[in-house]
C-alpha cells in the first residue's frame, strides 16, 4: 500500500513547514527582552550552492538507473538537502553559507535501485549521504567530501509504501522514506499504531529512526523505536542484508544492531519490520506537581522499578517549569511552581483507568500533588511545537539549542548538577539551563537540557565551546553522549571516548567489510 500524498519540504533556514512559522509571541516578547535583549538576525536569502562537481558522463550513469526526472540538480532542491536543523546549522544556513550543498539529489524507489546507486557511487567514488526527514540535529547529514568526485543526496523520498501487514503476529514492514504522521495514516487504515512520537515526528522518517535508534515520547509505553525493530533490509556497498526471520534468536550477535544506530554509514535500510499495536480508543493526560527535582526524579523511578510506568511520563526541573508557566502560582497554588510532571496513559477505557488509578495512587502515597487535566493537555497540544519557537528566538539574536544524556539512576544528581554547571559556567552570566526527565527504564533515565543565552557575534563558535563543556561533564560523570540524538559529527570525539579504543577498532573494521570505498557519510559515526 502507497500513500499518495504530497511530501511538505521544510523551510531551508528554519524548522518545519513554512506555513506553520510565528514570530515572537508577544506574551513572550518582554520576557526575552528582559532577559537577552532584542536584537534583529536577518538571514541571507540570495546565496546560492556552488556549481554541481560530479561530470555529466557520471550523472548519465545514474539517471539509467532512477529515470531522469529522478537525478535532480537544481539550487532549490539542493538547498532543501543540505545539513540538518541543528541550531548551528541553521546559523550557518542563515548566513548564507551552503558549502555542504550535495552536488545533486538522487531519488531512487525500491531496495534494488538503492543497491545500484550504491554500486555506482562504490565505481566512480561518489559520496553518499542517505536522506529521510533531514531533522538531524548532531551533524549527521553533513558528511566529508574531500577524495571523492562529488557528493550525492540519496533521497529516499519516493519509499513511502506499507509493505506487508501481518495482523496475527502485529507486524508491518514499512519502507524508510514514510513521515511519522503518514506511517501512522497507513496503519490507522487498520486500526493499527506505532506510536512513536519524537519531538520531530512530523517532519522525521521511519528509517530515520532506526538508523538514529530514536526514541519518542510516548517511549515509557511503547518503547524506543529500536525495541520495536524486528526485521529489517539493508543495501552495502558489498551487497544487501536482510536479517529479522524470528521475533528473538540466539544465533550469533544480534545484527540488526549494525544497521541500527549507523546513521547510514554502513548501509542503507531500505525496510523496516516493526512491531505494531491496536490504536488506543482512550487517552488521559494528567499534571503532578513536586517540591524539588529530586523528589520528582525519585518518583518516577519508583514507578519504573514498580512496573507501574504509564505510556507518557515527563518531570520539568524547577527553572524549565517556572519558564514554561505563563503564571507559575497556578502550580499548587503557590508562588513556589516546584517541578511539573506530566502522566500520560493510552489504550481501551479501562485499561487507562485501571493503570490511572494505579499510578496516581503512588504518585500521591510519594508526596506528589494532582493538578488536573490541565498541564498535560496543554503539554500534548504544544508537543511539537518546540522547534518554531527556537527559530523565532534565534531571529532576535537569542542562542537557543538542546543536548541530551542518559545514566544509571544512582548517578543522575551528579550529572544533572555537572552538565548543567558547565553549560552555564560556557554561556556566561545571563544564560538559562533548563532541563527535563524525557526517558525513564528500571536502571535509568535520559536528561534534556534546553538552552539559551545572548548571541555572541560568532554564535556557531559560542556553541560549539558550550557544547563541548557540556560534553567532557557527561563523559567524566560516566553517562553516554547521546540517547537519542544520535552521533553524526558533533558527538564523534566523546563517542570514542565512550566506546573505547578496542570499540573503535570494530566500528572501523565494520565500515572496511560493508563500505570499503568509504563513500557511505564520510566523515559521520565511525571515529
Known sequence: ???????????????????????????????????????????????????????????DGLRSIVGDAHVLLDDETRILRTR?????????????????????????????????????AAEHRVAVVPFGGGT???????????????????????????????EVSMTATLEPGLRGPEAEALLGEHGLTLGHYPQSFEHASIGGFAATRSSGQSSAGYGRFDAMVVGLT????????????????????????LLLGSEGAFGVITSVTVRVRRAPTETAYDGWRWPSFDAGSDAMRTLAQSGLLPTVVRLSDETETAINLADPSSIGGTDDPGCLMVTGYEGTADQVAARRAAVTAVL?????????TGPGDAW????????????????????????????????????????????????????????????????????????????????????????????????????????????????????????????????????????????????????
Open 1 to 59: 500500500m502507497t500513500l499518495e500524498t504530497p511530501t511538505v519540504e521544510m523551510h531551508p533556514q528554519r524548522w518545519g513547514d513554512p506555513a506553520a512559522a510565528t514570530d515572537l509571541p508577544e506574551s513572550a516578547r518582554g520576557l526575552v527582552e528582559l532577559a537577552f535583549g532584542l536584537q534583529d538576525r536577518p538571514a541571507v536569502t540570495d546565496a546560492r550552492p556552488p556549481e554541481s562537481a560530479i561530470a555529466e558522463a557520471l550523472l
Open 84 to 120: 540538518g536543523k541543528s541550531t548551528p546549522d541553521l546559523l550557518r544556513a542563515r548566513a548564507g553559507d551552503l558549502d555542504d550543498a550535495p552536488d545533486a539529489v538522487v531519488r531512487p524507489d525500491g531496495h534494488d535501485e538503492v543497491a545500484a546507486v550504491l554500486a555506482w
Open 136 to 166: 538531524c540535529v548532531t551533524g549527521g547529514l553533513a558528511a566529508r567530501r574531500d577524495g571523492f568526485a562529488g557528493l550525492v543526496s540519496l533521497d529516499l523520498v519516493r519509499m513511502k509504501r506499507l509493505l506487508a501487514l501481518d
Open 234 to 257: 539493508a543495501a552495502t556497498p558489498t551487497g544487501s542484508l536482510d536479517l529479522g526471520s524470528s521475533p528473538a534468536n540466539a544465533a550469533g550477535p544480534d545484527l540488526r544492531q
Open 364 to 372: 500521591a502515597g510519594l508526596g506528589g500533588t494532582p493538578l488536573g
Open 380 to 527: 500534548v497540544q504544544g508537543r511539537f511545537h518546540a522547534p518554531y519557537l527556537r527559530d523565532s528566538l534565534l531571529d532576535h539574536g537569542v542562542l537557543v539549542e538542546t543536548l541530551e544524556t542518559a545514566t544509571f539512576w544512582s548517578h543522575r544528581s551528579r550529572l544533572y548538577a555537572d552538565v548543567k554547571a558547565a553549560l552555564a559556567s560556557s554561556l556566561g552570566e545571563g544564560s538559562l539551563v533548563l532541563c527535563h526527565v524525557s526517558h525513564v527504564y528500571e536502571t535509568g533515565c535520559s536528561l534534556y537540557f534546553t538552552v539559551a543565552a545572548r548571541q555572541g557575534d560568532d554564535p556557531v563558535a559560542q556553541w560549539r565551546v558550550a557544547k563541548a563543556a557540556a560534553s567532557d561533564a557527561m563523559i567524566a560523570a560516566g553517562a553516554t553522549i547521546t540517547h537519542h540524538h544520535a552521533v553524526g559529527t558533533d558527538h564523534k570525539p566523546w563517542f570514542a571516548r565512550e566506546i573505547g579504543e578496542v570499540g573503535v577498532r570494530v566500528l572501523r573494521a565494520v565500515k572496511a567489510e560493508l563500505d570499503p570505498a568509504g563513500i557511505l557519510n564520510p566523515g559521520v559515526l565511525v571515529p
